[in-house]
Nanobody, 124 residues
Framework: QVQLVESGGGLVQAGGSLRLSCAVS????????MAWFRQAPGKEREFVAV????????YYADSVKGRFTISRDNAKNTVYLQMNSLKPEDTAVHYC?????????????????WGQGTQVTVSS
């Protein structure tokens, strides 16, 4: 059974940093893309960043470009989201997702597996 388990969320002041982790189990994801999405209260789930597990190529939402970095550790079967220069508008539940596709896509419907989410709260 495929499982994605996020961790690393928490409360941080504006300008601070957090690193989210997504531990992947149940299958090999070398032909997949892995992404981070987030959802704030009363808003739709939005794309944050995506990485091709095999090639390592990445793509980011404009709102996080230059502040966030997505990466993966093949040996640990884990995807990370390093978040720097955090802003109050980054406050949301952050979700890890996996998609059986090789191109970098940003729509939620393209992803087949989701984690349970981890809360990130940035205070001003």
């Amino acid at each position: 059974q495929v499982q994605l388990v996020e961790s690393g969320g928490g409360l941080v002041q504006a300008g601070g940093s957090l690193r989210l982790s997504c531990a992947v189990s149940g299958r090999a994801f070398s032909g997949y893309i892995m992404a981070w999405f987030r959802q704030a209260p009363g808003k739709e789930r939005e794309f944050v960043a995506v990485i091709n597990w095999g090639s390592g190529s990445t793509y980011y939402a404009d709102s996080v470009k230059g502040r966030f970095t997505i990466s993966r550790d093949n040996a640990k079967n884990t995807v990370y989201l390093q978040m720097n220069s955090l802003k109050p508008e980054d406050t949301a539940v952050h979700y890890c997702a996996a998609g059986k596709i090789s191109i970098l896509v940003t729509t939620t419907k393209s992803y087949d597996y989701w984690g349970q989410g981890t809360q990130v709260t940035v205070s001003s």
